[in-house]
């Protein structure tokens, strides 16, 4: 429970009959008529961060308020409480909730109850403490509004948080103001759709510079199961200061330019591993022992903390950022992404290779370091070395990805490499070609009656392979058969697995095979002699329809190519009368298909062949992605006949 001081519930109070004169000024009965296809509204979402510089010190705070409006019956019931993210960085300080419901005499206002804080599921661990408090508001009912007021105090000006103006429901008003010392150079970048909604407004003072941006009238945000995190769309805004000058004194940098953000980072690894420990010395010769080169001794390093280490994220305050000693990970055997990194970089500076600590956003994070440098940019660290001039990268927090293939979550991100107390290097890392992530489904299928009877052997390479044998390392064998069944499962919802294997290879590759036996009843359908067989178990790409309003892309985890086989045994008797046409299309950069129906005597078969050419689909390409699920689900539809004899 969040106690407050006798003043500040004076001002509480102040706020509250305040609010409530606000809301009696306001007509909410037009928004809610406006909005009345909507459940609730935000009527009013105000920051104002106010930056003070004393005794050569920044200190931080944000003022904010969040006021809903409950527009259905359903909202009382949706809105009946709110969470409110803080950690160490950005501390949770005045909290106030409280409803105002309609009466005949304006609104009665009840405060809220219980404030509960846990640990926060949304933050990254690679920071620090993320934590979430619980606010519940009583007696809600249709036409009540909540409002929530709140202070934030930042810890550390390197860590201020973004402001979205943008929200699940819609936005009546967006309002975000920076207060800053007129010495102080502030800078923003602003993220997502729609910029030109932001007006921005500077005021001056003698002392001070204020600066405002407000949205009106802010569309909901659609949420999509298949797009990227809500931050490459959303709008909001990330404000930093780039530098100060304050009185006499030279200006100092603090976050203009990716220089200024690695200075930042070095702090936190120049003094990590710098003890000669005979543990990581002895340890390191055994993993290497008999390897003649810097490949074999790097790739063994990697399998070793792969194999070893095991993930564990644990975080508090600046230990977000500041790698724990190799030598300690080492004993433990257990660690976080920023200690695998440190054990990966100590093992291989051991045998004389030149290792270097990594920050990294993974594909979560729309940032650059360029446009945008700041912690905010990144979220996990792995290790990078030099390699015949070529950067491999290696995450040890993956127990399965080979050497030399970054995980599909960093493919295609900016890697921020630190080479020495002045140097670093800003590298991409690499997409991986579809053609290393390979899928070759064979089935081989017999009917009788209605029921098809058939041998699934699937074959994967790369990041699907790689997938399947981290879902086997942690299962029991009834788990096991069902992850596979998941996988098998096709036809229909009459899928019935009688019997499954698979094999993850011990090999560099680790390529995985499932193999299953099935049947499938009533799949068959049959009109006199004829016998209808849809030979599209599998139907790829079936879902990915854009609906015309959405401007979202559609994010993939990785590029790949997909090959399925399915061939028909012609029962005694029957002859086919019907096939289906051939089919292909490609729209370079997105997907290609090429669908192909042969026959003999005995048997029919049906090669699919897919390459997915991108990791995005972005607005501009859906109607050349629609076009081609269009000619798929037609294509779907085709069913082969077979006539009695």
């Not at 501390?91 to 106030?96: A, E, F, I, S, V």
């Not at 995980?407 to 900016?414: A, L, N, T």
């Not at 298909?593 to 859906?622: C, G, M, S």
């Amino acid at each position: 429970m969040i106690k407050f001081s006798s003043k500040i519930l004076l001002i509480i109070c102040v706020l509250i009959i305040s609010s409530v004169a606000g809301a009696q000024e306001t007509d909410y009965l037009a928004i809610a008529d406006k909005y009345k296809n909507e459940n609730a509204v935000i009527t009013n979402n105000t920051e104002h961060l106010v930056i003070k510089y004393e005794n050569g010190e920044f200190s931080a705070i944000s003022y904010i308020t969040e006021e809903r409006l409950l527009i259905s019956s359903m909202s009382p019931g949706m809105y009946n409480t709110q969470n409110i993210y803080h950690s160490y960085f950005n501390k949770l300080g005045d909290l106030d909730g409280v409803s105002m419901i309609p009466d005949k005499r304006g609104y009665k206002t009840l405060k809220a109850v219980g404030y509960k804080t846990t640990a926060s599921e949304r933050e990254n661990v690679f920071y620090d403490d993320g934590k979430q408090t619980e606010i519940t508001y009583k007696g809600l009912t249709r036409g009540a509004l909540t409002r929530l007021t709140y202070t934030i105090i930042h810890r550390d000006i390197h860590f201020l948080t973004p402001f979205y103006f943008q929200n699940y429901i819609p936005v009546i008003t967006s309002t975000f103001k920076v207060t800053v010392p007129k010495f102080v150079k502030l800078n923003n970048v602003i993220k997502g759709h729609d910029k030109n909604r932001i007006k921005q407004e500077v005021k001056a003072t003698d002392d001070n510079i204020t600066y405002t941006w407000t949205a009106n009238d802010i569309p909901s945000l659609k949420s999509y199961t298949d797009a990227p995190p809500f931050c490459y769309y959303a709008l909001h805004l990330l404000p930093y200061i780039s530098s100060y000058q304050a009185d006499d004194n030279p200006a100092k940098h603090v976050l203009g330019n990716p220089d200024d953000l690695y200075h930042y980072y070095y702090k936190f690894i120049k003094n990590v591993n710098q003890k000669d420990e005979e543990i990581l010395t002895k340890t390191a010769e055994e993993i290497t022992h008999g390897d003649a080169t810097p490949k074999q001794k790097a790739q063994h390093i990697y399998q070793w903390v792969q194999k070893n280490m095991h993930y564990v994220a644990f975080e508090d305050k600046l230990g977000g950022f500041v790698p724990r000693e190799a030598a300690d990970i080492c004993m433990r055997k257990f660690g976080d992404c920023k200690d695998m990194t440190s054990i990966l970089v100590a093992l291989c500076r051991k045998v004389g290779i030149e290792a270097y600590f990594t920050w990294i956003g993974t594909r979560d994070k729309p940032y650059t370091y360029e446009e945008t440098p700041l912690p905010l940019a990144d979220n996990h660290m792995i290790c990078t070395i030099k390699l015949d001039d070529q950067w491999v990268f290696m995450d040890g927090t993956d127990p399965l990805i080979p050497f030399g293939i970054p995980p599909y979550s960093i493919q295609g991100k900016e890697a921020l490499i630190g080479i020495d107390a002045t140097n670093y290097k800003i590298i991409k890392v690499p997409e991986i070609p579809a053609a290393n992530n390979y899928v070759c489904d064979s089935t081989v299928l017999t009917f009788s009656n209605n029921t098809l009877t058939g041998t699934a052997r699937i074959g994967y390479k790369g990041y699907r392979a790689w997938y399947i044998g981290a879902v086997m390392m942690y299962r029991n064998d009834n788990e096991k058969e069902k992850a596979i069944q998941s996988i098998t499962t096709r036809g229909s919802n009459k899928f019935l697995q009688n019997s499954f294997d698979y094999n993850i290879a011990a090999t560099d590759d680790k390529d995985a095979k499932l193999t299953s036996t099935f049947e499938i009843k009533d799949y068959v359908q049959n009109l006199g002699k004829e016998y209808y067989v849809n030979m599209n178990l599998l139907r790829s790409y079936e879902g990915d329809f854009a609906d015309r309003d959405r401007t979202v892309p559609i994010e993939h985890d990785y590029k790949n190519r997909i090959k399925q086989v399915v061939t028909l045994q012609i029962p005694k008797g029957y002859k086919v009368t019907y096939l289906p046409p051939n089919k292909e299309k490609s729209v370079n950069g997105l997907l290609s298909y090429r669908i192909a129906y042969t026959k003999n005597a005995k048997e029919v078969q049906l090669v699919k062949e897919y390459e997915l050419q991108t990791l995005y689909v972005y607005p501009e390409q859906f109607a050349a992605q629609n076009q081609i699920v269009e000619e798929l689900k037609k294509q779907y539809k085709e069913s082969v006949v077979l006539t009695a004899n």
